[in-house]
């Protein structure tokens, strides 16, 4: 979850770790802080609770004299409460050593004993200072910060990624990685290290990816990768396909409102290269091979949070498309289960980050259980991806917003896609349907530009509703996940309780939380929808609003039996029943975010979360 950036070369390392914390802030903003060595190869150290401004507060009353070789963190709090003496950097070898970390170091609570039962003082409540004394500890026999690093990582036990300068060797910045992301950076006559790319695109766009359990040592003019047994690996470079202004608000208000702005674009950007001549080809699969795809029995997709929810919808397409069954599952509990797996079964990993802990771990039990693995991510370098046999990316671009909306509907597309590749793999699917779901896939980013046309309503909307305590969301069929996320979002958002429920439950029930007054979203199916839904959700509609509810209906244009019945109507343009959602989720992120607004909150950096969950 932590943001991490290293830098080592000729400019000044306090404007390059500041500005790469600046675009890593969402991976955690409990508190902040830099070490860097100066020109007189003396180490020095800030650090502050609170969000990455107090840092920049502290080092303007507080400055320490700038230099060529720094580490910068910015926190998202696991061991010890988000305090000034829990920030990092934390120290080791009376102060002349700096070491940052990312994770969770399982047997801390051993380790640090073994270290008091030496005489050592500690000033933190964190683990990671654990991490820091014994690698302070290693280095005053090794004399040299990889090797020192390299005998305390062995251990280790736990997710980390771990950076360490000591002023004795200004120049060096050494960073290891266990199930925690790191990549490097390629510069000229400077290198970088980052929980992500962010934290140096605004320098380079060459990376390097870095594997488990390897270690990395940067110099200005060199890099070095070793495994932690100190044998030397092979890096794979890579060119990251996006620049610096893209991470940037651009004078948008907020990272959230610039991103749904981009939500066309990321599913257009999902869709380019991919539907071809009236039909889908996905080259990217060929790491799997249609002869294994036509022998899969079972699909199960394993997300989290708003990924699961995308799964949802892929579920609802793939099993028509393929006619394969799928299954979608928590990610955190699915290896927990023992499931049953074999070679006949795909699973599909989503992850916006690539580095989603329990995905992760995830994805590694289905490969050793004999799967075939296939991720959908959109993070180039990232592990999850590394990890499976084949990656489909999303192509949707940065998100820096903690609650995720583009990354959402581009996942949906690629789920879509990779149904429709598996219909025509498997030849359950004849040309036409696939040409006639080519071209509604290929209409949704218009469509859902003209969706976005109604943000103005939507605001006013969530104006009148600033002090609502709860809000209800249902749906049915497809229109159940988008529930799931319009509620989810809420509640992330503008912390208010907010429940997503089907809508054929409500008198199983969640109708008994319908009191006067009760906000009540209903996602509405065409009434050209051909499970004949529509008049029952208009029943459900009329069941509510006689107990007192307030309907917000999100309906297609056009649905004149909804109108008596609502007393809002957000319309989203005509579509397929299948790809409807991907329409009617975009009323649902601008209201959360404009409620939120509307309350003051901040709406990029919710309370208590991080972009990237890379703990389990």
Same mark, same amino acid.
């Given at each position: 979850?932590?943001?991490?950036?290293?830098?080592?070369?000729?400019?000044?390392?306090?404007?390059?770790?500041?500005?790469?914390?600046?675009?890593?802030?969402?991976?955690?903003?409990?508190?902040?802080?830099?070490?860097?060595?100066?020109?007189?190869?003396?180490?020095?150290?800030?650090?502050?609770?609170?969000?990455?401004?107090?840092?920049?507060?502290?080092?303007?009353?507080?400055?320490i004299a700038d230099g060529a070789t720094g580490i910068g963190h910015t926190r998202w709090a696991t061991h010890g409460g988000p305090t000034d003496r829990n920030a990092h950097p934390q120290l080791g070898d009376n102060g002349k050593l700096a070491l940052i970390h990312n994770g969770i170091i399982e047997n801390f609570f051993e380790l640090k004993e073994e270290l008091l039962a030496e005489g050592a003082? /500690?000033?933190?409540? =964190?683990?990671?200072? +654990?991490?820091?004394?014994?690698?302070?500890? !290693?280095?005053?026999? *090794?004399?040299? @910060?990889?090797?020192?690093?390299?005998?305390?990582?062995?251990?280790?036990?736990?997710?980390?990624?771990?950076?360490?300068?000591?002023?004795?060797?200004?120049?060096?910045?050494?960073?290891?990685?266990?199930?925690?992301?790191?990549?490097?950076?390629?510069?000229?006559?400077?290198?970088?290290?980052?929980?992500?790319?962010?934290? /140096?695109?605004?320098? =380079?766009?060459?990376? +390097?990816?870095?594997?488990?359990?390897?270690? !990395?040592?940067?110099? *200005?003019?060199? @890099?070095?990768?070793?495994?932690?047994?100190?044998?030397?690996?092979?890096?794979?470079?890579?060119?990251?396909?996006?620049?610096a202004s893209a991470a940037e608000k651009g004078g948008w208000s907020s990272f959230m409102a610039k991103e749904i702005s981009e939500e066309p674009e990321a599913v257009a950007k999902t869709l380019l290269g991919r539907v071809v001549a009236e039909s889908v080809r996905l080259p990217e699969l060929d790491g799997i091979g249609d002869e294994i795809l036509e022998n899969i029995d079972r699909i199960v997709i394993i997300a989290c949070g708003t990924a699961a929810y995308a799964g949802m919808l892929g579920k609802y397409a793939i099993e028509k498309w393929s006619r394969i069954p799928v299954d979608v599952e928590l990610s955190h509990e699915f290896r927990y289960r023992d499931p049953i797996l074999t070679e006949r079964t795909l699973v599909v990993s989503i992850s916006q980050s690539g580095e989603t802990m329990d995905t992760l771990m995830a994805v590694k039990y289905a490969k050793e259980a004999g799967a075939q693995v296939l991720s959908i991510c959109n993070t180039q370098g990232s592990s999850i991806p590394r990890e499976s046999h084949a990656v489909l990316y999303t192509h949707a671009g940065p998100e820096v917003a903690v609650a995720s909306t583009k990354a959402f509907l581009a996942q949906v597309t690629a789920l879509y896609l990779l149904g429709l590749h598996l219909g025509r793999v498997r030849s359950t699917i004849n040309p036409d349907e696939i040409a006639a779901a080519a071209a509604e896939l290929n209409d949704i980013p218009e469509k859902i530009a003209e969706v976005l046309l109604s943000a103005a309503s939507i605001k006013q909307l969530a104006h009148w509703m600033t002090d609502t305590k709860s809000v209800l969301f249902l749906g049915r069929n497809v229109g159940f996940p988008v529930a799931l996320e319009g509620a989810l979002k809420l509640k992330e958002l503008a912390y208010i309780h907010a429940e997503g429920f089907a809508a054929g439950e409500l008198k199983h029930g969640p109708i008994?939380?319908?009191?006067?007054?009760?906000?009540?979203?209903?996602?509405?199916?065409?009434?050209?929808?051909?499970?004949?839904?529509?008049?029952?959700?208009?029943?459900?509609?009329?069941?509510?609003?006689?107990?007192?509810?307030?309907?917000?209906?999100?309906?297609?244009?056009?649905?004149?039996?909804?109108?008596?019945?609502?007393?809002?109507?957000?319309?989203?343009p005509l579509a397929g029943s299948l790809f409807e959602p991907l329409l009617a989720v975009v009323p649902l992120h601008i209201f959360a975010m404009e409620l939120s607004a509307a309350k003051g909150l901040d709406v990029d950096q919710p309370r208590n979360l991080a972009k990237s969950v890379t703990v389990e």
């Amino acid at each position: 979850m932590c943001g991490i950036v290293g830098y080592v070369g000729d400019s000044k390392s306090i404007e390059v770790l500041l500005g790469g914390l600046r675009r890593q802030e969402y991976r955690g903003y409990d508190s902040a802080g830099i070490a860097v060595i100066d020109v007189d190869g003396h180490l020095d150290s800030r650090k502050k609770a609170g969000k990455l401004q107090a840092l920049v507060d502290e080092l303007e009353s507080n400055p320490i004299a700038d230099g060529a070789t720094g580490i910068g963190h910015t926190r998202w709090a696991t061991h010890g409460g988000p305090t000034d003496r829990n920030a990092h950097p934390q120290l080791g070898d009376n102060g002349k050593l700096a070491l940052i970390h990312n994770g969770i170091i399982e047997n801390f609570f051993e380790l640090k004993e073994e270290l008091l039962a030496e005489g050592a003082v /500690f000033t933190s409540d =964190t683990d990671s200072e +654990v991490a820091a004394l014994l690698v302070g500890k !290693a280095y005053q026999e *090794t004399k040299d @910060v990889t090797e020192a690093l390299r005998q305390v990582v062995a251990r280790l036990h736990g997710a980390f990624t771990l950076l360490v300068v000591h002023e004795d060797q200004p120049g060096v910045v050494v960073g290891a990685r266990r199930n925690s992301p790191l990549v490097i950076g390629l510069g000229d006559g400077e290198n970088f290290l980052g929980s992500d790319v962010a934290a /140096f695109v605004e320098h =380079t766009r060459r990376a +390097v990816e870095i594997g488990q359990d390897q270690i !990395a040592t940067i110099r *200005t003019d060199s @890099v070095s990768v070793t495994d932690f047994d100190g044998n030397p690996v092979e890096t794979k470079e890579y060119e990251i396909n996006w620049d610096a202004s893209a991470a940037e608000k651009g004078g948008w208000s907020s990272f959230m409102a610039k991103e749904i702005s981009e939500e066309p674009e990321a599913v257009a950007k999902t869709l380019l290269g991919r539907v071809v001549a009236e039909s889908v080809r996905l080259p990217e699969l060929d790491g799997i091979g249609d002869e294994i795809l036509e022998n899969i029995d079972r699909i199960v997709i394993i997300a989290c949070g708003t990924a699961a929810y995308a799964g949802m919808l892929g579920k609802y397409a793939i099993e028509k498309w393929s006619r394969i069954p799928v299954d979608v599952e928590l990610s955190h509990e699915f290896r927990y289960r023992d499931p049953i797996l074999t070679e006949r079964t795909l699973v599909v990993s989503i992850s916006q980050s690539g580095e989603t802990m329990d995905t992760l771990m995830a994805v590694k039990y289905a490969k050793e259980a004999g799967a075939q693995v296939l991720s959908i991510c959109n993070t180039q370098g990232s592990s999850i991806p590394r990890e499976s046999h084949a990656v489909l990316y999303t192509h949707a671009g940065p998100e820096v917003a903690v609650a995720s909306t583009k990354a959402f509907l581009a996942q949906v597309t690629a789920l879509y896609l990779l149904g429709l590749h598996l219909g025509r793999v498997r030849s359950t699917i004849n040309p036409d349907e696939i040409a006639a779901a080519a071209a509604e896939l290929n209409d949704i980013p218009e469509k859902i530009a003209e969706v976005l046309l109604s943000a103005a309503s939507i605001k006013q909307l969530a104006h009148w509703m600033t002090d609502t305590k709860s809000v209800l969301f249902l749906g049915r069929n497809v229109g159940f996940p988008v529930a799931l996320e319009g509620a989810l979002k809420l509640k992330e958002l503008a912390y208010i309780h907010a429940e997503g429920f089907a809508a054929g439950e409500l008198k199983h029930g969640p109708i008994a939380l319908i009191e006067p007054g009760q906000i009540v979203f209903v996602i509405v199916p065409s009434p050209r929808d051909p499970l004949s839904l529509h008049p029952k959700v208009v029943s459900n509609i009329q069941e509510i609003r006689a107990r007192g509810a307030r309907v917000i209906a999100i309906a297609e244009k056009g649905d004149a039996a909804v109108l008596p019945f609502a007393d809002e109507v957000i319309p989203i343009p005509l579509a397929g029943s299948l790809f409807e959602p991907l329409l009617a989720v975009v009323p649902l992120h601008i209201f959360a975010m404009e409620l939120s607004a509307a309350k003051g909150l901040d709406v990029d950096q919710p309370r208590n979360l991080a972009k990237s969950v890379t703990v389990e």
